[in-house]
């Protein structure tokens, strides 16, 4: 076996030498860093704890204080942070694609390319993958992107912060087959190579030709660290900056031979894997087919150490970008091994380096899911989530502060105060994404963390209306309120589970917001509450505590209206499912059809309806579509309604149609009123072209006037827009390579990356995202000689012309019928599993099957009613448009993550109704209409209360939330309702017939 050494071993081991002597300060520096933030986390809130504490002289207090003092702390300390690295304290928060903007993908495997390969599509080959997507779209690790596999034979790739033209960029580098090439690093010490050299750096261009105009000689940009800082390991070989990069930053010349036929590329390996060095050191193995062999033997012996022990480097090039740069050690042929001082980590992404070449199955061309949306539109999303969680939060603080007084209301008002804190600060703390529906999320947990208070003040309440202390209320209060408060909640988070497991990624962060909610909102109602509630009474500053009723003591026969009820809930159940079946298909979203969601934008105002009517006709002559949605997006100032909207359409569904087709099919509706970007380039002059000669052949003087010209152009970019801010290079060479086809179609050239350079006239600097790339409104483009002046001109014009007839649209959403399918079946799936789970909770608790039956009853009820509702809703808004808000309600992924949340907030209702059952009935067997009346009515105020906040919240959600989560707040208004309405007239009466019924069989038996 043949060993590579890596010259950066050498270079690596100076810099540790030369900073020895600093090691053991900067290693004492972390600790103390360390120690520091421990004690500021961990030591000085249980100081303060029993500061405060003793100050109170309440020093058994002292460890509570301190641990909700901890608590806030670290739910802080994300945000302390970013102020002490200078930034703002809320770039802490990490915002999800739907509101930063960015973009979700998932690209399938071309299964018949792998078929037509016989490559096994397996777990391995899929991890391999992966890796190979991450070097094309993220090579220096620097980019907040997440690549990982799902399904058997699907690639999840998110891309939070890009904008719709630097997703397509990424499209690009994804589903392009992607190159990888051995090539030895140029050396003033080899004499062929210093004439490349003076040559190539007195020319701004990537190639260096010889007098045919072969390419012998290429720069390739060097891959910076893993810091995202430039790689200093190359400083003895020849690099120049890169322009448009940050100082520093630099490109590595290379030779290569003038024939093709005789490079070294990825097509020849066979594999790549981790080894061990002949010194058990991390090293990379990889195995060359017979001509690989061949070429690389001859590569290897010609580039063979020199006697004075120079040692040529043998650079890695994956998609032209240098991955690293070994030195040759001896010749090599089929099988070889690279070392150096590599870790584990270094040693994996190597070989996702050469396997990315080496794949032989590639991606499907087109995403079979995609959601895309520009930053504007999450600007304006977020402006409306802001607003209904504050006017939320002011609402449920006055009620609570107005209906609980001075004492209790307080109390709860500071409690559900620092739960956000903590909400939020947890959410940062893990790095989870805020998404749309987390966001809805946010504020749903606003209403339900009142519950556990209301609870807890109705029992306090009771004990009070029984002649108990006000201690002693307090502490049966929270005592018997703690095991209804668990189980209630416990259910919820059964349901945002399994949200998690089988959502999207929008949806998980509704489950994520969902879950740590109902955590800490416990967490302050028995914890935080109760200390408040001690403190206050133990130091006599609370010596009466004085609580408004909703509803006084009621006696109500509810059993005895049962039929009734069986009724109502029998007809809304089957004029809504009515409304259902006649709206077919109409009902789901693309989530579950399939189909295209694509935003665009006029540059002047339009009327929704006009706007309507025309894309109907365009889609039903283009299509023979009549079925789709739009949706006006208004701006984050609000002054942009009838500027932006969002169609949905299935026509993609269709054999021939995609993304381009139903685009077309927009801009044709409305003709030159689309924003557009926009090129003008001026006139095209030639460059001289330096011609290198080789050292065994001579070119002749007069030769050297005939050789090919490289030209020059200015290029300038505009738009409609006025959040333009100019185009990537790397969209800027797309758009270009693009048009550079034969008559068949058939790309021209192979390295299109090489035909360009460029000087930056006027640039923007990325800003905010990781995934901001620099962009340009004005550069002098640099043509190589191999394009032609007539194919260069040929090509802008076509640029020009295709920029100028098709819009730039903001937004695109793409279901396959394939992924609809799947989420179809999740869906069925997490409301089947939900519901099992929930059988199998209240079995364990209740120690009776009956109770999880009963409760289930209802949850079906509910689900049905809810569906239903949606349905005839938008049957209303097709006759009296927009009233009440109605609208074209589609079900898609969040509104089952909707249904999900009733599930478990109308549970919540039915447990503490059972619980109070379970009370009442005491270790009575049987149960009888008295005993569940009596429960009914105790825990009525209760019910009421719970319900009235909630609603609150989610009718102000529905009202101000914004179009995103329209559909999503609607189920949750008509859910509360349903839920509060099931948990007295459905579970209850369930319950007792399905006792009853128990009883029956058990005496007959």
Excluded at 248 to 253: A, K, N, P, T, V
């Amino acid at each position: 076996m043949y060993l590579f050494f890596a010259a950066e071993e050498v270079t690596n081991g100076v810099t540790i030498v030369a900073e020895e002597a600093t090691t053991g300060d900067s290693a004492m520096m972390q600790f103390a860093k360390i120690v520091l933030v421990l004690f500021l986390c961990f030591g000085l809130p249980f100081i303060l704890g029993h500061l405060i504490a003793k100050a109170l002289k309440l020093r058994d207090l002292a460890s509570k204080i301190g641990w909700i003092l901890c608590a806030i702390t670290l739910a802080s300390s994300p945000f302390m942070y970013q102020m002490y690295a200078g930034n703002s304290p809320w770039s802490a928060i990490k915002l999800g694609i739907d509101l930063a903007g960015g973009s979700n993908l998932v690209y399938a495997l071309d299964v018949k390319a792998a078929e037509k390969s016989k490559v096994e599509v397996s777990g391995d080959l899929m991890g391999k993958m992966v890796g190979a997507i991450i070097k094309r779209i993220n090579p220096d690790g620097t980019k907040d992107v997440v690549v990982r596999q799902v399904g058997a034979d699907r690639v999840e790739v998110i891309i939070p912060g890009a904008d719709k033209q630097t997703v397509e960029d990424y499209k690009y580098k994804m589903t392009k087959l992607g190159s990888l090439e051995f090539a030895i690093v140029a050396t003033p010490r080899n004499p062929k190579h210093q004439t490349i050299i003076n040559k190539a750096q007195s020319s701004p261009s990537a190639i260096v030709r010889n007098r045919e105009g072969k390419v012998i000689a290429r720069w390739h940009p060097i891959k910076p660290l893993p810091n995202g800082e430039p790689d200093p390991s190359y400083s003895s070989a020849v690099t120049r900056q890169i322009v448009g990069k940050p100082d520093g930053f630099e490109e590595l010349l290379v030779v290569v031979d003038e024939d093709e036929t005789k490079h070294v590329t990825g097509q020849y390996l066979r594999s790549a894997s981790p080894e061990l060095g002949e010194d058990g050191s991390p090293a990379v193995g990889f195995l060359f087919n017979s001509d690989g062999a061949r070429l690389f033997r001859r590569l290897t012996r010609q580039y063979k150490p020199l006697e004075d022990g120079f040692q040529y480097q043998l650079s890695i090039l994956l998609d032209d970008l240098v991955q690293s740069a070994p030195a040759i050690i001896t010749e090599i042929g089929a099988r070889g091994t690279i070392t150096g001082n590599f870790t584990q980590e270094e040693v994996q992404n190597l070989v996702n380096v050469l396997n990315a070449g080496a794949l032989p199955v590639p991606l499907e061309k087109a995403p079979i899911q995609e959601y895309t949306i520009g930053a504007l539109l999450g600007e304006a999303t977020i402006q409306q989530g802001k607003t209904a969680l504050m006017l939320a939060s002011v609402a449920v603080l006055i009620f609570m502060l107005g209906f609980y007084g001075r004492y209790a209301g307080v109390i709860a008002d500071v409690a559900l105060l620092i739960n956000m804190v903590l909400i939020v600060g947890t959410m940062a703390f893990i790095k989870a994404s805020f998404t749309l529906p987390g966001l809805a999320g946010l504020v749903l947990t606003i209403g339900m963390a009142v519950d556990a208070n209301v609870l807890i003040f109705e029992r306090i309440r009771e004990e009070l209306g029984r002649g108990s202390s006000l201690r002693m209320a307090i502490q049966n209060g929270f005592s018997r309120a703690f095991t209804t408060i668990v189980d209630a909640n416990v259910t919820t988070l059964i349901t945002a589970v399994i949200l998690y497991f089988i959502g999207t990624d929008q949806v998980k962060g509704f489950a994520v917001t969902l879950f740590i909610g109902i955590v800490m909102s416990m967490f302050a109602a028995l914890y935080i509450g109760r200390l408040f509630f001690d403190i206050l009474e133990r130091k006599r500053w609370m010596t009466e505590l004085k609580m408004r009723r909703v509803i006084g003591a009621t006696h109500w026969d509810f059993i005895n209206k049962r039929h009734i009820a069986a009724v109502v809930s029998l007809v809304l159940i089957a004029i809504g499912l009515v409304a259902f079946w006649n709206r077919g298909d109409e009902n789901y979203d693309i989530d579950f059809r399939g189909g295209t969601m694509v935003s665009f934008r006029f540059t002047e105002k339009h009327d929704y309806q006009e706007t309507k009517d025309a894309l109907e006709e365009k889609f039903l002559a283009n299509f023979n579509e009549s079925g789709i949605t739009l949706e006006s997006l208004p701006g984050a100032d609000g002054e942009d309604e009838g500027l932006a909207f969002k169609v949905r359409s299935t026509a993609t569904n269709l054999e021939g149609v995609g993304e381009k087709e139903v685009e077309q099919a927009i801009n044709e509706a409305f003709p030159g009123q689309l924003t557009r970007d926009k090129m003008e380039f001026g006139t095209i002059e030639p460059v001289a072209v330096e011609v290198v000669e080789t050292e065994t052949e001579e070119t002749p003087a007069e030769e050297n006037a005939n050789q090919p010209e490289r030209h020059a152009v200015v290029l300038s970019f505009s738009s409609d827009n006025e959040s333009f801010n100019g185009l990537t290079f790397d969209t800027i060479t797309r758009k270009l390579s693009e048009q550079l086809v034969d008559e068949e179609g058939n790309p021209k050239f192979t390295d299109e990356a090489s035909l360009f350079a460029f000087d930056v006239i006027e640039g923007y600097e990325p800003q905010g995202s990781d995934n901001e790339v620099q962009r340009f409104e004005k550069i002098k483009l640099i043509a190589d000689s191999a394009l032609s002046q007539a194919d260069l001109e040929d090509a802008l014009k076509k640029v020009q012309m295709d920029m100028e007839e098709n819009p730039a649209f903001s937004g695109v959403q793409r279901f396959e019928g394939r992924v609809a399918s799947d989420a179809k079946f999740n869906a069925l799936y997490a409301i089947g599993a939900s519901l099992i789970a929930i059988i199998a909770y209240i079995w364990i608790r209740f120690q009776r099957i009956t109770f999880g039956f009963a409760a289930v009853a209802a949850l079906v009820h509910d689900v049905l009613c809810v569906i239903g509702l949606v349905a005839l809703a938008s049957y209303i808004n097709s006759i009296f448009p927009g009233v009440l808000g109605f609208e074209d309600f589609k079900i898609n992924l969040p509104m089952i993550a909707a249904l999900l949340t009733i599930v478990g907030y109308s549970l919540n209702d039915t447990i503490v109704v059972f619980d109070r059952i379970r009370e009442v009935r005491g270790k009575n067997p049987s149960l009888d209409e008295t005993m569940v009346n009596t429960s009914l009515n105790q825990t009525l105020a209760r019910t009421l209360l719970t319900s009235l906040t909630t609603l609150i919240v989610v009718v102000i959600l529905y009202a101000v939330g914004g179009e995103g989560i329209h559909g999503f707040a609607f189920c949750l208004v008509v859910g509360v309702v349903v839920g509060t309405y099931s948990s007295i007239f459905v579970a209850s009466p369930v319950l007792l017939f399905l006792m009853k019924w128990t009883e029956k069989r058990k005496a007959t038996t």
